[in-house]
């Protein structure tokens, strides 16, 4: 029996020898490549994290013991320690969640995985267990290099710094990376951290190692060697940076020898006060595919196969990402003005392009959305136009800056906000959908939501063009939508999509939800109820020729892939009763609720956002068996049929 199959809890590792512990991180590795490559998944993180996650877990006694990942896409490991080995469905719906999430498991404490904030968390349960008496309790908190970019570490470690009383150890996963390797001047700076003699023995073996691997090894190699070690400094007779830190720090440990991680750990859990454990590891450990993709080391895969590495999934369409990437590389060759910005996401958001052909106009500064944005708002006080690139869950933790920094001052700064809406397997903290509820309330914003490639391309040219305000462009995950064609523009921009004589229902869709909304056309048409769907291009401001259709209909519904509170729908419903129009409005969207993970049609269909299950709903509103009911059928069609069967409430 192979020794992965008698773990069931953190404590079967304890009857374990060390030489076991080896043999079970093989088997773990073999298992994580074998499962992963069938599901997709963060492969490349979880490959680096073996060895220290079981001593992790040999060592401290979870739950008791608190233990806070960050970001959570490196727990797989994690989860197979913790009773967790059936990865059939790993981050599809019924299946486990690719980060921690504490409905699987007592282990589980944090399930955001927005970067950076595992420091904050140990900080409060430590202070917790310390208030309460529960002083023998550890807190552990396990945090990549990359996440060391962000803000509030330092916010952080300048409390924990302040306190040394309490058991707390910061475990440091350095690999020079987060998705590519990690920038700043703070890595270049601790160089000096891995020249010291008490690296040389582990310095020297990995790179031996890695020559061997021939050139792209090589070239990661040197990536490692630039990792983000600001904080250590000090512990590397380095007193020219935070010299008024006061934690103890042990390492650099090479972090895939378990003996010396077993050890580490035993000495940072002895020592009764705050402890950084800094091990060195290598994304992607142990699969040749992965340590020699230059690109992201699989940092996240789709479906592959096991030996090669190769994607088994079969090519689609472009990316919104895709086009998105050749269109700023259009538009920045036309204009030099033009300047990107990212977050530590330089391929993942499509700016790489422009780097590869623009290197001094593309600035990633790390997992630093707040530094991003409102460098940008100084980028554009300057004379240039910068494109900020982010998932649209990231650009939540920068709203004030947008708010006081680029919309107060009216600086031209164009955000381009990726897996914008559902985005599927990923879960609660990466859905894009909250961005058109929170974005809107800033005053002056412009918000465009495209619905295909070509408007993809002609709202971007629209947005950097602007330069006395903020503009957001927002696209989903996944393939581009095929191209819609509209029956006519409207002098304002408003695309008609599909017009009909009889003006009953105003379908208004935000980006890809036009798809929807002729399908939702189509079948209301079927039952005798005229529809015309109309797409803004740019939802916010509310385009005035939307509020002028919708005084001839007798009904508006919305249809829209963020939250309905606060969203689009809402700003049409105002926008209508401040012009005196009296039409009743349906605002469909998601519910204000944190989505479990699955694939988009799924989600979509559990909240009720599919054609068939809104032209029922449409139905009931026309025909007045449903809140809000529509105007009134005029005297010449007051015939109505009653509502059909196949639409019929359930």
């Known amino acids: 029996m192979a020794l992965l199959d008698t773990i069931f809890g953190p404590r079967d590792l304890d009857r374990l020898s060390m030489e076991q512990l080896v043999q079970l991180a093989a088997e773990v590795r073999a298992f994580l490549v074998r499962e992963v490559s069938k599901t997709g998944g963060h492969l490349g993180p979880n490959l680096g994290v073996v060895e220290l996650t079981i001593a992790l877990h040999r060592v401290f006694e979870s739950p008791r013991d608190a233990i806070v990942f960050d970001t959570g896409h490196q727990a797989y490991v994690h989860k197979l320690?913790?009773?967790?080995?059936?990865?059939?469905?790993?981050?599809?719906?019924?299946?486990?969640?690719?980060y921690p999430q504490r409905r699987e498991s007592e282990h589980d404490i944090v399930e955001s995985s927005h970067a950076s904030s595992s420091l904050s968390w140990a900080d409060g349960i430590s202070r917790a267990f310390e208030m309460t008496g529960q002083s023998d309790r550890h807190v552990i908190a396990v945090v990549g290099d990359g996440s060391l970019t962000g803000g509030m570490t330092w916010e952080a470690l300048n409390n924990?710094?302040?306190?040394?009383?309490?058991?707390?150890?910061i475990i440091v996963n350095d690999n020079g990376r987060s998705y590519a390797p990690t920038i700043g001047g703070m890595a270049r700076f601790l160089n000096t951290v891995r020249t010291r003699q008490a690296y040389?023995?582990?310095?020297?073996t990995s790179r031996q190692a890695f020559e061997r691997m021939g050139a792209p090894a090589r070239a990661f190699f040197r990536g490692v060697r630039g990792g983000m070690h600001g904080f250590l400094a000090r512990f590397s007779n380095?007193?020219?940076?935070y010299s008024n830190l006061d934690i103890k720090y042990i390492g650099p440990i090479d972090g895939h020898d378990m003996a010396a991680m077993v050890e580490a750990l035993h000495q940072a859990k002895g020592y009764g006060a705050p402890v950084i454990v800094h091990a060195i590891t290598q994304k992607g450990k142990g699969y040749d595919p992965a340590v020699?993709?230059?690109?992201?080391?699989?940092?996240a895969v789709g479906q592959i196969d096991p030996e090669t590495g190769e994607s088994t999934e079969s090519a689609g369409a472009p990316s919104w990402t895709s086009v998105f990437a050749d269109e700023l590389l259009r538009l920045a060759t036309l204009d030099p003005k033009i300047v990107g910005i990212t977050a530590a996401m330089l391929r993942p958001t499509g700016l790489h392009k422009m780097a590869e052909r623009f290197p001094a106009r593309v600035h990633d500064v790390g997992i630093a959305e707040q530094h991003a944005v409102t460098s940008a708002a100084g980028l554009a006080f300057g004379g240039l136009h910068p494109v900020v690139a982010l998932y649209a869950t990231f650009i939540n933790r920068a709203f004030d800056q947008v708010l006081m920094d680029v919309a107060l001052h009216k600086a031209g700064v164009t955000f381009v906000l990726d897996r914008a809406g559902v985005t599927g397997p990923d879960g609660p903290s990466h859905h894009g959908i909250w961005d058109l509820a929170i974005l809107q309330v800033v005053p002056g914003i412009r918000l465009a939501a495209p619905r295909d490639s070509v408007r993809l391309a002609e709202e971007l040219e629209e947005a950097v063009a602007v330069d006395d305000a903020p503009t957001v462009l927002r696209f989903p995950k996944g393939s581009v939508s095929a191209p819609i064609d509209a029956v006519r523009r409207l002098g304002d921009g408003v695309d008609v999509l599909l017009e009909s004589a009889q003006k009953d229902v105003l379908i208004v869709t935000v980006g890809?939800?036009?798809?929807?909304?002729?399908?939702?056309?189509?079948?209301?048409?079927?039952?005798?109820?005229?529809?015309?769907?109309?797409?803004?291009?740019?939802?916010?401001?509310?385009?005035?020729?939307?509020?002028?259709?919708?005084?001839?209909y007798r009904i508006v519904v919305t249809i829209e892939d963020g939250v309905r509170v606060g969203g689009v729908g809402t700003r049409v419903r105002q926008d209508l009763r401040e012009?005196?129009?009296?039409?009743?409005?349906?605002?469909?969207?998601?519910?204000?609720?944190?989505?479990?993970?699955?694939?988009?049609?799924e989600i979509l269909d559990r909240v009720g956002l599919t054609p068939q299950r809104i032209a029922r709903d449409v139905v009931a509103m026309v025909l007045g068996s449903k809140i809000p009911h529509a105007r009134p059928l005029p005297a010449d069609r007051a015939d109505t049929a009653s509502i059909p069967a196949n639409l019929q409430q359930d």
């Open 81 to 98: 320690l913790t009773g967790r080995q059936d990865f059939s469905l790993l981050r599809q719906a019924g299946g486990l969640a690719g």
């Open 512 to 552: 890809p939800m036009a798809t929807i909304g002729l399908d939702v056309a189509d079948r209301l048409a079927a039952q005798g109820i005229g529809a015309t769907v109309v797409d803004p291009r740019w939802v916010v401001p509310v385009p005035r020729s939307i509020v002028a259709l919708a005084a001839e």
């Open 579 to 601: 012009a005196g129009v009296d039409t009743a409005v349906t605002e469909l969207g998601l519910p204000d609720e944190f989505l479990d993970h699955g694939t988009r049609a």
């Open 160 to 169: 924990i710094s302040d306190d040394n009383t309490r058991r707390l150890i």
């Open 238 to 241: 380095n007193e020219a940076l």
């Open 200 to 204: 040389h023995s582990a310095y020297l």
């Open 292 to 299: 020699q993709d230059t690109a992201d080391q699989f940092h």
